[in-house]
């Protein structure tokens, strides 16, 4: 009897030497190098950035009435809360008085360390904040004028609204700013994009219109003292 032997096409077979091919055809028509092995990234070395937000109070000049976070680190005894005092000095322990109005935060805390280093710290480290500022003045034509807390990124408007809002007499288009340290004032638009600075005197002038009526009124009054004589 002939025996016959057949050949019997198993489908796992077929599939597996298709994927076979079909994935040595893809990665011939790449370059070598353009797949990186395994060990490629091995032994290589990586920087560490480290990304600093801008400090807060780095741009602002010290000013008497401010009021400070002082942090000496590792010395808790010589750190706390403390005011400017009119003469623009603040009293620290151990060094006593420093001259801070006119300085920055930054270049007050390198006048401090530098008073430590001589005779009582050793490389001293110390850290200020402003933790609140001084306060602004606001005069003429407003419902309650007087003297009020600064708050951070003050514009007219919000200055205005502390003081109660424009009077019926006032005009409510331009300030007048006198700034810190300054003697003359500064005509400034009245609206959000105007800011107000620690310490700056704003003045509401009164409109021409009450001006000239205040101007009158005198003359109105003293008209008709002279109308009523007569008619006696």
Known sequence: MRRTLSLVRRPGIAAGAGLLALLWTASSAFPQDAVPANDSLRGQEYETVIVTAPRKNADYTLGPSDKLRITVYGEDDLSGEFQIDGAGTVRLP???????????????EARVEEALDHGY???????????????????????????YPYV?????????????GFSEKAVESTLYVRHDGETEEHAVTADGSTRINPGDVVRVRESFFWDFADVLSPLTGLAYVATAAAAT
Request: net charge positive; hydrophobic share 50%; no cysteine.
């Open 152 to 164: 951070s990124n003050m514009s007219a408007l919000n200055a205005i609204a502390l003081a109660g």
């Open 94 to 108: 151990l060094i006593g008085q420093v001259k801070a109005a006119g300085l920055t935060a930054p270049q007050l």
């Open 121 to 147: 710290l050793l490389n001293a480290r110390v850290a200020i904040e402003v933790t609140a500022y001084r306060p602004i003045y606001i005069i003429g034509q407003v419902n309650k004028p007087g003297e």
